[in-house]
């Protein structure tokens, strides 16, 4: 194994980053995704528009907006500041946000899939027999929209771990706290390290396979998204 | 205890006032239905009658309107109320059963029941199931389930939410004929062993002259009829009158049985009269539902003699009405309080000099019994 320590630790912070991020899409993606699903509101065509910015945007443009929103003079990062919190642009937290932002679409859209599956009859029986309708969310939506949130949660990881222009806009290049694998593995190709590079890329290549693989197999016959 | 709601209303029974105006279709009805005993709404496709069941169960948010049950308002659009759906102690038996695919029978029917607080629980577990006799299902997933099977469930599971009105909508509908037969004696059970009103949302006849106390009409979003079951069905200025097959209801009481004929004998109400019909013997006393159809029923005006038709009872013509073939005509005859309906021939009228009042015989070839 050609792996040093910076290489452990861009995974280590990698994997941190993607699980962090996919827990928070799953909280943040479930309300809108749900949104989505049953509105009828005219804003339903806009905000899901929105929503799948990233899936069409390049990296570098989602991330410029980012930096300068988040940086010292963009109106989050005054309201970061405000707080006492700092800014967020080149830290880990910066990172996840920058992350549940592009990786949003990839949980969002699996999501409100499974809902606009379930449609509104098991809602109206469940309504039927005296259960409101968070208790209805709970026991009738979250079960049968399971291999929505199975997928969603996946592809939310999976694609988070890929994500390159983002992070290297809004986090940098700083070992431990922003360099995510394939920061590393830029830099290692930068440096001539093809050894490394390619553990680091092969891996990368085996783990979104395993990923792939594992969505496919669960339901072979249907399209991700 | 006192409840001013109730007070206010004062009624026994169900007082409906609905409009809900969509693009392509408008309900407008003003409904007063018992409040026991089973109220079919019946009408063609696109009649409205599933979104007036929808309405009382508050499925229609747009429903504007009132809506009281027995004394409680569910809804009032004018004073600002209206009952979500889960705080309306409602039972709703859909078309497709709608059982929840991910939980088992058993998980299914305790679905609501575990809802409803236990003091206001009024059906158990047992009773629900014995009732509709699913008992060995229990433990199966909904989607294992035959479709009559998986209605059964969705019977018992309404009813084990302790409705106080239950709301049918063509719960038979999906079915084949056998799966029909199937369930209809378990829906005659309900009606008569559990005291709960029924709406039930029907397009098929036979199920309703089978089921039905009192009959709504319903055409293109409005009621064009409402009214007990045994006048509705014998009123010449509706549309019912006018079917090939149309049929009255005659409720009596079991009188006796010959068992050598197994003729049983059933006494109309305020009458002498009986009918009989070949049938395996009721309980004495029990009420009995039969059915005569308006083209079984002749009219004499002397007592025929020598007749193979075991069913002649003394009649007076109400009123007659142009029947939809141009050469018959639909009479009315009242035998002492029950109505039945005769479809004779226009030239029948003129030789026997039918009129309003002049009284008749009602010779009855063939009665069937409902239950």
């Known amino acids: 194994m050609h792996l040093d320590s910076s290489d452990f630790a861009a995974i280590w912070l990698t994997?941190?980053?993607?699980?962090?991020?996919?827990?928070?899409?799953?909280?943040?993606?479930?309300?809108?995704?749900?949104?989505?699903?049953?509105?009828?509101?005219?804003?339903?065509?806009?905000?899901?528009?929105?929503?799948a910015?990233?899936?069409?945007?390049?990296?570098?443009?989602?991330?410029?907006?980012?930096?300068?929103?988040?940086?010292?003079?963009?109106?989050?990062?005054?309201?970061t500041q405000a707080l006492g919190l700092g800014v967020l642009p080149f830290t880990f937290a910066g990172l996840v946000v920058g992350s549940v932002i592009y990786s949003l679409p990839f949980v969002v859209q699996p999501l409100q899939n499974a809902f606009e599956a379930i449609g509104t009859r098991p809602l109206e029986a469940a309504a039927t027999l005296r259960a409101s309708p968070r208790d209805c969310f709970f026991s009738v939506v979250l079960p049968l929209a399971r291999p929505g949130f199975i997928t969603a949660g996946i592809l939310g990881f999976a694609h988070?771990?890929?994500?390159?222009?983002?992070?290297?806009?809004?986090?940098?290049?700083?070992?431990?706290?922003?360099?995510?694998?394939?920061?590393?593995?830029?830099?290692?190709?930068?440096?001539?390290?093809?050894?490394?590079?390619?553990?680091?890329?092969?891996?990368?290549?085996?783990?979104?396979?395993?990923?792939?693989?594992?969505?496919?197999?669960?339901?072979?016959?249907?399209?991700l998204w | 205890m006192h409840d001013p709601a109730a007070a206010a209303a004062g009624a026994v029974g169900i007082e409906a006032r609905f409009r809900v105006d969509y693009p392509d279709f408008a309900l407008d009805v003003d409904l007063r239905l018992p409040g026991r005993g089973v109220s079919a709404l019946y009408g063609h496709s696109g009649s409205g009658?599933?979104?007036?069941?929808?309405?009382?169960?508050?499925?229609?948010?747009?429903?504007?309107?009132?809506?009281?049950?027995?004394?409680?308002?569910?809804?009032?659009?004018?004073?600002?109320?209206?009952?979500?759906?889960?705080?309306?102690?409602?039972?709703?038996?859909?078309?497709?059963?709608?059982?929840?695919?991910?939980?088992?029978?058993?998980?299914?029917?305790?679905?609501?029941l575990k809802r409803v607080p236990a003091a206001q629980r009024r059906v158990d577990l047992d009773q629900a199931v014995e009732l509709l006799g699913i008992g060995h299902l229990l433990a199966r997933m909904p989607a294992g389930l035959s479709g009559g099977e998986r209605q059964r469930v969705g019977i018992a599971r309404a009813l084990l939410a302790s409705p106080r009105l239950l709301l049918m909508d063509e719960p038979l509908a999906s079915l084949d004929v056998a799966r029909k037969q199937e369930i209809l004696p378990y829906l005659e059970r309900l009606h008569d062993e559990l005291d709960i009103p029924v709406v039930y949302v029907s397009h098929a006849p036979q199920e309703v002259v089978r089921l039905a106390d009192h009959l709504v009409l319903l055409e293109a979003g409005r009621a064009i009829a409402s009214g007990?079951?045994?006048q509705t069905l014998a009123r010449l200025d509706l549309p019912l009158a006018m079917a090939e097959d149309a049929s009255v209801v005659v409720s009596g009481t079991v009188a006796e049985f010959d068992p050598a004929y197994r003729l049983m004998s059933v006494r109309l109400p305020g009458s002498a009269s009986r009918l009989r019909v070949v049938h395996a013997p009721l309980p004495p006393g029990s009420t009995a539902r039969l059915a005569v159809k308006a083209r079984d029923v002749s009219v004499a005006l002397a007592r025929p003699q020598g007749s193979s038709i075991v069913n002649v009872i003394p009649v007076r013509v109400l009123d007659m009405a142009p029947a939809g073939n141009p050469d018959h005509i639909l009479v009315r005859l009242d035998a002492d309080g029950t109505l039945l309906l005769a479809r004779i021939t226009r030239y029948s009228r003129d030789q026997l000099g039918l009129a309003p009042g002049v009284p008749a015989w009602a010779q009855i070839k063939a009665v069937s019994v409902l239950a």
């Open chain 1, 15 to 51: 994997v941190q980053l993607a699980s962090l991020t996919t827990l928070l899409l799953l909280v943040v993606g479930t309300p809108i995704a749900w949104w989505l699903a049953r509105t009828r509101s005219r804003l339903k065509g806009p905000v899901g528009a929105v929503v």
């Open chain 2, 228 to 230: 007990p079951i045994a």
């Open chain 2, 49 to 112: 009658k599933t979104t007036c069941l929808r309405c009382l169960a508050g499925l229609e948010p747009a429903a504007r309107g009132r809506l009281s049950v027995n004394g409680q308002v569910w809804l009032d659009t004018q004073a600002g109320i209206a009952l979500p759906t889960h705080r309306r102690p409602l039972g709703y038996v859909f078309q497709e059963a709608s059982l929840f695919p991910h939980l088992t029978v058993l998980r299914n029917l305790q679905f609501g």
């Open chain 1, 160 to 223: 988070t771990v890929g994500e390159f222009g983002v992070v290297l806009m809004i986090g940098g290049n700083i070992e431990g706290r922003t360099r995510v694998v394939s920061v590393q593995i830029y830099d290692h190709v930068e440096a001539l390290e093809y050894a490394q590079a390619h553990w680091l890329a092969g891996g990368m290549v085996a783990f979104s396979f395993v990923v792939l693989l594992l969505l496919y197999t669960r339901r072979r016959s249907t399209p």
């Open chain 1, 53 to 79: 910015l990233p899936l069409v945007l390049p990296p570098t443009v989602l991330g410029f907006y980012l930096l300068v929103t988040m940086g010292p003079h963009g109106p989050v990062g005054q309201a």
